[in-house]
């Protein structure tokens, strides 16, 4: 009885080696196909590659000398190797512009509601100066 449960739990074990193996032999079977691309993703993506890797010898030379790193100057990219227009840059320079013409006619407007403010303020002090002066003159008057 001893001999019979050894024996089934060595041929047991025999059969998930064995299945283990053939499937290890099936993985090593399959092959991936190297995908076929077509010349026009080709071109594509060698022009990305291009786009991305316009940097000069000197370009980084000068980020090594300016330690500051890839950040340090703006790279510039050959519009015959892009294939969109990056519009960043005139978008920042046009939004920081509108911003300053908001500002600055912000500031005038200020300065010349202040200028009002001022004129205001000097003819309030003046009626109050001659409402005194009234009052006193007719103080002296009853005296």
Do not use: C, W
């Amino acid at each position: 009885m001893y001999m019979s449960s050894l024996f089934d739990s060595l041929l047991s074990l025999a059969d998930e080696i064995q299945a283990i193996a053939t499937m290890i032999e099936k993985q090593a079977q399959i092959v991936v196909k190297p995908k076929e691309a077509s010349k026009e993703e080709t071109l594509q993506k060698a022009a990305l590659l291009a786009q991305y890797a316009e940097v000069t010898d000197e370009e980084d030379d000068l980020d090594v000398q300016n330690g500051s790193g890839a950040a340090a100057a703006p790279i510039t990219i050959n519009s015959e190797h892009s294939l969109f227009k990056n519009t960043n840059l005139t978008d920042v320079v046009n939004a920081r512009k509108l911003e300053r013409d908001h500002l600055r006619d912000e500031s005038q407007r200020k300065k010349e509601q202040d200028k009002l403010q001022r004129e205001k303020d000097k003819l309030a002090k003046q009626e109050r100066k001659e409402k005194e002066k009234k009052r006193t003159q007719k103080g002296e008057r009853k005296r």
